[in-house]
């Protein structure tokens, strides 16, 4: 059995959850890879890169660095998985894999969708693939199916609930009439919004996202600036109940569409039909919805944040460039 060997960079909640599926499941997919293409090979962890040692007591001390650069000039680890997340300094730790050829995976939409498409220009120079699963939708295997499944459509109009905090807080407020400040309380409780969480319920990382999902269906990055972007925070119990006794619900929608070859996005609440497909995804659940000239509308739905699910589309990334293009 031949070895890949792979470095972590980050073992928070992201990190950790691929560390041990890969544990769990090396087994099965040394099994799937062999019967896909007929190699014998098992994947291993080589490095993980973190910040504070004292932290992670319970990991194997001889995988751990706080020197990125023991990773970068280790030849044997062919796979860099970025899941540290911020812009900085992983968009810098990114570029420098990919220029040791490495092959890279990041869950990082925020760093991805900043770069504006430079992240997979120094990809394409470098000859290495650059794979970003998780960073849209979480587990929802969105980006592969856009970019494989669905090549003989022109992708028409993307939209989408993208953010599960800010869907889990809506649902409280709409199923349980719950006050915003109540139904975020009980999202920080839970787990499922930030002690901080700015970045969701001002709608930035749908912001971040929504640019990808317009990249791989337009074929076009927009300018971040460019994307209208409404946040939650206002958002009332009145309004959502004037909105129920109309038959609609409200969503916080992420949307794309490619009008007179400009792309047209946004993320702002919206009144939707009950029957709208989006008006049923509950709690912090996330959805996208493209429709498509040849294969009509289609819904994806699934849990977009959480250690083992976002792990399981990045497993998803590094297994497709073993099995694909080593
Ligand atoms: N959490 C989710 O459900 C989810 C879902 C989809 C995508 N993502 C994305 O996945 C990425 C990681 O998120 P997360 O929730 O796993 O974060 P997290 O729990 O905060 O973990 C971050 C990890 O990265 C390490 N790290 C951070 N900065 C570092 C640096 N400069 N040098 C070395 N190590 C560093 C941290 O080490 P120390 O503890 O030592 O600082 C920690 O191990 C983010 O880009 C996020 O947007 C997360």
């Not at 570029?95 to 995976?105: G, L, T």
């Not at 969701?200 to 269906?217: F, H, T």
């Amino acid at each position: 059995m031949e070895k890949i060997k792979i470095a972590l960079l980050g073992l928070g909640t992201v990190g950790s959850g691929v560390r041990e599926i890969l544990n769990e499941k090396q087994e099965q997919l040394s099994q799937k890879i062999y019967q896909k293409n007929g190699q014998k090979v098992t994947i291993e962890i080589a490095k993980i890169l973190i910040r504070r040692p004292e932290n992670y007591l319970e990991a194997d001390p001889s995988l751990l660095t706080t020197n990125y650069q023991e990773i970068l000039d280790d030849d044997s680890i062919k796979v860099v998985v970025e899941a540290m997340g911020g812009e900085h300094p992983a968009t810098e730790y990114m570029i420098s894999a990919m220029e040791k050829k490495k092959q890279v995976v990041s869950a990082n939409k925020l760093a991805i969708a900043k770069s504006h498409g430079s992240l997979e220009e120094v990809a394409r120079k470098n000859q290495v693939h650059f794979s970003y699963e998780a960073a849209v939708a979480g587990t929802v295997p969105i980006l592969r199916t856009i970019n494989d499944s669905l090549v003989a459509n022109e992708i028409t109009k993307v939209s989408g609930i993208i953010n599960g905090t800010t869907n889990y807080i809506l649902s409280k407020m709409t199923n349980e009439q719950s006050s915003y400040k109540d139904a975020l309380k009980k999202a920080q409780e839970l787990g499922f919004a930030e002690a901080d969480p700015a970045s969701d319920v001002n709608g930035d990382d749908a912001k971040y996202k929504i640019a990808i999902l317009s990249r791989l269906a337009f074929g076009k990055w927009p300018d971040l600036d460019s994307i209208d972007c409404q946040g939650i925070t206002a958002v009332t119990p009145k309004q959502i109940k004037d909105a129920k006794t109309k038959g609609k619900v409200i969503k916080f929608l992420a949307q794309s569409e490619k009008v007179n070859g400009n792309i047209i996005a946004s993320v702002s609440l919206q009144e939707i039909d009950r029957q709208h497909p989006l008006a049923h995804v509950e709690g912090a659940m996330n959805a996208v919805y493209l429709h498509c000239d040849n294969a009509g509308e289609l819904l994806f739905q699934g849990a977009g944040a959480g250690s083992r699910p976002t792990a399981s589309a990045v497993i998803s990334d590094v297994f497709e460039i073993i099995e694909r293009y080593r």
